[in-house]
Nanobody, 120 residues
Framework: QVQLVESGGGLVHSGGSLRLSCAAS????????IGWLRQAPGKEREGVSC????????YNGDSVKGRFTISRDNAKNTVYLQMNDLKPEDTAVYYC?????????????WGQGTQVTVSS
């Protein structure tokens, strides 16, 4: 069974940090670009960050540049999102997704999401 499982979300104060993990089972992440997207209540889904299948390129949304870092450990079949200097506007459910490339995450395989809440 192909599955992506996110973890690491929680409640943190503004300025704090969290590291999200996206672990794959049933398939190997090596051949996929992996991205993080988020959705806050009443807002449209937003692409946060993406890393190509070999990790040679990463992409970050304007709202998180300089604060969030995506990385991958193919040996552990896991992708990470290090989030620093968190702000209340970062509050959302964060999803990881796997796709052939970063432009097709919307049509890829998704995890169930993990809640991130940042208090002011």
């Amino acid at each position: 069974q192909v599955q992506l499982v996110e973890s690491g979300g929680g409640l943190v104060h503004s300025g704090g940090s969290l590291r999200l993990s996206c672990a794959a089972s049933g398939f190997t992440l090596d051949y996929y670009a992996i991205g993080w997207l988020r959705q806050a209540p009443g807002k449209e889904r937003e692409g946060v960050s993406c890393i190509t299948h070999r990790g040679s390129s990463t992409y970050n949304g304007d709202s998180v540049k300089g604060r969030f870092t995506i990385s991958r450990d193919n040996a552990k079949n896991t992708v990470y999102l290090q989030m620093n200097d968190l702000k209340p506007e970062d509050t959302a459910v964060y999803y990881c997704a796997a796709a052939p490339d970063c432009s097709r995450l919307d049509r890829g395989s998704w995890g169930q999401g993990t809640q991130v809440t940042v208090s002011s």
